[in-house]
């Protein structure tokens, strides 16, 4: 290899660059898939996974933010439904008791494959209140323990909430402790202990946080609002997603009243490292919307998420009569009431709008099927969509074959 003496100019015609870094230790970015994103945790919000580049990511930071009754919690709950069922271990950090046994389970979470950690309970039997110092402890303590007892083992912690956290110095200090800084330094700390065991495990953390008026807007374009903690979590994270509340969604009860059923949950990716950033997408968030069987929905349930974007893609028209023509030929015709309902009892017509909903947002495939660990075909919603990607990719060759012996 030619090497340049002192105080000579290299030759780099001559000079085997690649050659020369491998010898003095450095790795081709080629040769190493270190950083690369291994899981993602999908919603099964179609429209909310288009905009996330799939979903969630384990090995990675997320934070969700937003103003009050905004369903950031909701949104991590429906989260919760999903990872349990997939196997994922998931463990809600709770700080505002929001780790309610009879809301999860309204919400569709197996709560007996939900693990929690809380003041008073397990490891923690002795601490009234948990501080910002002791749920990075918690972290660490946790991350480290089950990856050496089950190695890449996947693993979402769920911190309900950042801005709900004291430090321990506010907690010894009472109620008119009150620093400027000392919670975003706090949580610093936190970041820089637990942010190279996410890269190196299969474990993902979302923060939920609340959001203020943001104080600094030097230009009408800046965000009103922004997530408490500093811009420790807006550097670190890989995925910061905003969650708005929008119009009210109401439904006439018995009582002859129009009475709040809901709300349009908008989110938008702040930042993304998994698609492109500030993108929105919105779905229905309910709260006890009554069928016509009489059965109350709540949450982003299923057949209503599904229905609700079939019909902002055209799949099922809109109008007094909704049709749909499914993919045998047949039409189907049902008012809008009638539809959630049908979907509900109809599984094989639920699955076919799914797959359908997901092929619009997702026409070249979709991320989470090439997951490493988290197999989510287990959940039959994404094994028929991944039988379609598979079909369209054997016609593709077949249809490729043919056009080379045509030529």
């Known amino acids: 290899m ?17 050659d020369l870094g491998k010898e003095m230790g450095l790795t081709l970015l080629s040769d190493t898939n270190k950083a690369d994103i291994k899981n993602i945790l999908p919603t099964m919000v179609p429209q909310y996974d288009r905009i996330l580049g799939g979903g969630i990511p384990l090995g990675r930071l997320t934070e969700v933010y937003g103003l009050n009754a905004s369903g950031k919690s909701t949104f991590a709950v429906h989260l919760s439904r999903i990872t349990t069922q997939l196997g994922v271990i998931t463990v809600w950090i709770d700080i505002e008791g929001t780790a309610d046994n009879r809301r999860m389970e309204q919400l569709g979470v197996d709560v007996s ?7 008073g309970e397990g490891r923690l039997k002795n601490t009234v209140e948990l501080s910002i110092e002791t749920v990075g402890k918690e972290l660490e303590y946790w991350i480290d323990t089950f ?7 996947p693993i979402l912690f769920i911190w309900d909430s950042l801005g709900g956290t004291r430090t321990d110095e506010e907690i010894k200090g009472g109620i008119d ?7 975003a330094s706090s949580a610093q700390k936190v970041i820089n202990a637990i942010t190279p065991k996410l890269n190196e495990t299969n474990t993902g953390v979302l923060i939920i946080n609340q959001a203020r008026d943001n104080l600094n807007m030097s230009n009408p374009y800046d965000d009103p609002i922004k997530s408490t903690g500093g811009r420790a979590f807006e550097h670190a994270a890989s995925l910061r997603i905003k969650v708005n509340k929008g119009a009210q969604i109401k439904q006439s009860k018995a009582s002859g009243k129009d009475e709040y059923s809901g709300h349009i949950m908008r989110i938008e990716t702040k930042k993304s490292k998994l698609s492109r950033p500030n993108q929105k997408a919105e779905a229905q968030l309910l709260s006890e919307w009554e069928l016509t069987d009489g059965t109350l929905i709540n949450g982003l349930d299923p057949q209503n998420v599904v229905y609700q974007e079939a019909v902002e893609k055209g799949l099922i028209t809109k109008g007094a009569w909704r049709n749909y023509i ?10 809008d009431v009638e539809w959630v309902p049908r979907l509900k009892e109809d599984y094989d017509l639920y699955l076919e709008l799914f797959k359908r909903t997901y092929v619009e947002n ?9 997951n490493k660990t988290v197999n989510v075909t287990q959940l039959d919603e994404y094994q028929v969509l991944e039988d379609y990607y598979n079909e369209l990719k054997e016609s593709n060759e077949e249809q490729a074959v043919e056009e080379d012996n045509n030529e």
Do not use: C, H, M, W
């Open 362 to 370: 997702f026409p070249n495939g979709y991320a989470p099927l090439e």
């Open 177 to 183: 402790t009150k620093k400027i800084g000392v919670r």
């Open 147 to 153: 990856n050496e007892k089950l190695p890449g083992v």
């Open 326 to 335: 499914t993919l045998n030929g047949e039409e189907i015709k049902l008012r």
């Open 113 to 119: 494959k939900l693990f929690s950690i809380q003041a």
């Open 2 to 18: 030619a090497r340049a003496k002192k105080g000579q100019e290299v030759d780099l015609s001559q000079l085997n660059t690649i």
